[in-house]
């Protein structure tokens, strides 16, 4: 501190004002050099060494305005705040002196804020002007003391000084944005260099090749040692060298297994290329097929696509497999089965447990059948199946449709498919058996919208149980139509084409004011149960066989005498049967169109208007199971509507043997016969409503 006083000035006059600020505070002698007001000049001075920066307001001192541009300090507390800097109250303030030292004010009739520099607030639904608590109140004494011929000219200079004071702030505020963008963009090119120089020292370490990887640089760029903005030395780069290059081993085992599960799909997609032109060009086919991912866990297959990377696989490759397919198919079906049959057992178990008596139950029975006899049990028609994931109790609960109306299966907004009961064999292929349905809202919205975001699963019957009450039901039907429930299938049941009424609904539809006019909705077995079960909730029902004689009677008269039809509210061509067979396994394949969709699916998404059954779509396998949904709210069926014949009218039972013999009576002088009568043979439900002869 020997040197002469201007010899002082001239160096500290290089500096900036923040260095002559921490100088100032190391030792008394340097304060009483800097911290009087012949050092003046030297602060100007050091300022100017700071590029953009504002002069100094002539109300601060150069020490005031460095401490405010600079310090990183709380002006009030002195501790270390990141908060910026308030340029209209000219301080920095941490978030504790903040609440403190900071009030609110109305500008009213309060002349206060107009005085003294606020800041304006918009965190409020109204804006707030915001000041230093010490200046109000200061100006308010300043007020009070002053006369009322002072105040008028008091405040008119508080007002120039107010607005200076405004002008000042917008130029440091500009400087301190400038400020911060060259510090951003200071950090980002210190990055960078470093980014790069640790790029060259990798490349020099033979890690070159895998460097190009996109996925590496990435890596890098966000690892912890490299994106620091800190230049890279010889020192640094040896104390993270050996992390970095651990890193990169890392990084090229994590590449490989991405490259080979990369090619694991690509050669999982050709086979289910294949697999979709080998059962496309079986259809139709009335036995299960597997699906994705059933069918790439055929041991062969699994082989071949597991093999080494350096082997390429060709179509031929799959071509050649196609001969031994039918046999892994067929041993496929066979384990299927026994899975059925392991599910029906679960259920026969756990029914047999919570059964009062179970030494008298039937449960036991089932279960003393052995295997072989649990294969004959499942298929027949008295062994109703119901769904868990996508079907529910007779509630009313209808399929798996979200809040929206969507069907998380098809990806289609469509009220026109209910499934409450599956039998043997259609459910065998229920859609939602090789799926994982979404659990959420979210997860079912991705349903809808995404296009990978139902899982393929293996074929499973977890969820499936028997409906036992379903099955008593059936039971009835089928000794309603003379015969045993206990050995024909649904098959059978369907074929023989049986056709029963609800008497009771006959009853309520025929009023005595009705007499001579008989008005029968008629339905197939399987509507017949549904109608039981879903419209009558399982209780006062009475179901009807309507006799065979009276129905070929009616399929061998004119049917152009029909003077009335009443369709249900539901048609089956509104069905959600039909799939798309170019979409089929595919990651974005969508399941169960009505008619209409899948005709504007097939025209939108593959540019096909020709379309043909059996090639660019096809009916789902267990399309004869769908009703039109939903299925409580009508009574689905064909009507038959009945006008002169001599038949009660009052809700007794129906002398079908009159009917019949009324049917036989002479023509009438115009050609009709002595009554009128609409029956049509329907198709059964889940039938497609094309023409087989016409399959466009």
């Known amino acids: 501190m ?33 911290m009087v007001r012949s050092a003046a000049p030297v602060w100007a001075r050091a300022r100017k060494n700071v590029p953009g920066l504002p002069p100094c ?8 305005y460095a401490n405010l541009a600079f310090s990183p300090c709380c002006h009030f507390c002195l501790t270390r705040t990141s908060r910026r800097i308030d340029w209209d109250l000219r301080a920095r303030m941490c ?4 609440k403190q030292e900071v009030i609110s004010v109305r500008r009213g009739n309060d002349p206060i804020p107009r005085l003294i520099p606020t800041q304006i607030s918009t965190r409020s639904s109204r804006p707030l002007s915001l000041c230093l608590k010490r200046q109000y109140d200061e100006m308010g004494l300043t007020l009070h003391k ?16 107010v607005q200076a004071h405004k002008e000042h702030t917008e130029l440091c505020e500009r400087w301190s944005q400038n400020q911060a963008n060259s510090r951003v963009q200071e950090l980002y090119q210190l990055k960078k260099d470093r980014y790069d120089s640790i790029i060259h020292k990798l490349t020099e370490l033979g890690w070159g090749e895998e460097l190009k990887q996109i996925r590496a640089q990435d890596f890098l760029s966000n690892h912890r040692l490299v994106k620091q903005p800190h230049k890279l030395t010889d020192r640094i780069w040896k104390n993270i060298k050996t992390p970095l290059v651990e890193s990169m081993e890392s990084m090229r085992i994590k590449r490989l297994e991405l490259e080979r599960e990369k090619l694991i799909k690509k050669r999982k997609l050709a086979v289910i290329d294949f697999f979709r032109g080998y059962k496309n060009y079986r259809l139709p086919y009335a036995e299960l097929m597997p699906e994705p991912a059933d069918y790439l866990a055929f041991e062969p297959i699994h082989t071949l696509i597991e093999k080494p990377d350096d082997e390429e696989l060709k179509r031929d490759t799959w071509v050649e497999f196609e001969p031994c397919l039918p046999d892994l198919i067929r041993q496929w079906r066979e384990k299927v089965e026994e899975d059925l049959i392991a599910c029906v057992r679960l259920s026969i178990t756990t029914k047999h447990r919570s059964c009062r008596d179970s030494s008298t139950c039937s449960h036991q029975r089932h279960l003393d059948l052995g295997d072989n006899g649990i294969r004959q049990l499942m298929k027949l028609v008295t062994t109703a199946y119901r769904c868990q994931s996508c079907t529910k109790n007779d509630s009313g609960a209808m399929e798996y449709w979200d809040e929206g109306g969507f069907n998380l299966l098809s990806g289609q ?14 459910i065998l292929g229920r859609h939602c058996l090789t799926r994982r349905l979404p659990s959420t809202t979210s997860e079912m919205r991705l349903a809808v919208f995404g296009s990978d975001t139902i899982p393929r699963l293996k074929l499973s019957f977890h969820g499936v149980v028997l409906d036992e009450e379903y099955g008593c039901v059936v039971a009835e039907l089928a000794k309603l139509a003379g015969q045993a429930p206990d050995t024909i299938t649904a098959a059978d049941m369907d074929r023989w084409k049986h056709r029963f009424y609800c008497h009771k609904c006959y009853k309520n539809d025929n009023r005595p004011s009705q007499k001579g006019r008989v008005t029968v909705t008629y339905l197939t077995w399987r509507e017949m149960a549904m109608h039981i079960m879903e419209y009558h909730r399982g209780e006062d029902a009475d179901p009807k066989l309507i006799p065979r004689s009276f129905v070929e009677i009616l399929s061998e008269s004119r049917v152009e005498t029909a003077i009335e039809l009443r369709r249900p509210q539901r048609t089956n061509q509104e069905l959600s049967i039909w799939c798309c067979a170019h979409c089929r396994d595919s990651l974005s394949e969508r399941v169960n169109f009505t008619r209409n969709e899948i005709s504007l699916h097939l025209d939108i998404e593959h540019d096909i208007v020709g379309y043909t059954r059996n090639m660019d779509f096809y009916k789902t396998f267990d399309a004869i199971s769908h009703y039109p ?31 019949v013999m009324q049917f036989e009576l002479d023509e009438d002088d115009d050609g009709t016969s002595g009554c009128y009568y609409y029956f049509s043979e329907p198709e059964p439900v889940g039938v497609s409503p094309f023409s087989e002869e016409d399959e466009h």
């Open 2 to 34: 020997g040197l002469p006083l201007d010899v002082w000035f001239e160096v500290l006059a290089n500096l900036t004002p923040y260095d002559l600020l921490k100088l100032a505070r190391t030792t008394k002698d340097f304060r009483k050099i800097l």
């Open 146 to 161: 002053l006369g009322e011929d002072q105040i008028q000219a008091f405040e008119q200079d508080r007002r120039q000084v």
């Open 57 to 64: 307001p002539a109300d601060m001192t150069e020490p005031a």
């Open 95 to 98: 978030a504790t002196c903040i």
């Open 629 to 659: 949904s939903p299925f409580r709210d009508f009574r689905a069926g064909e009507t038959l509507v009945i006008r002169g014949a001599q038949v009660p009218g009052d809700g007794s039972e129906i002398d079908w043997d009159l009917m």
């Open 413 to 426: 907004r469509s009220g026109g498919t209910e499934t409450k009961i599956l039998y043997y064999p259609e």
